[in-house]
């Protein structure tokens, strides 16, 4: 992620991995499914919920690492 001037590495973290695996089964599945039926909707909304499990996850990281390296600062 980003090395400090005093030397400090702080890597990514991999929880991410998980969630990216995840949606790309599901964007598979959905791509296999027939256009407009209930089923394509449903397998839409799970990606969809995907997406924003990864947005949310990329934001609460980003706020704890910036929290983190400010308290280390002061």
Do not use: M, W
């Not at 839409?44 to 990329?58: F, G, S, W, Y």
């Amino acid at each position: 992620l980003c090395i400090t001037s005093d030397g400090r590495k702080y890597e990514n973290p991999k929880i991410l991995r998980k969630y990216e695996k995840k949606l790309a089964k599901l964007q598979r599945q959905l791509a296999h499914k027939e256009k407009r039926s209930k089923n394509y909707h449903k397998a839409k909304k799970q990606v969809a919920l995907c997406h924003e499990k990864i947005t949310n996850t990329r934001k609460i990281i980003c706020i704890r690492f910036h929290t983190k390296l400010s308290a280390k600062t002061k």
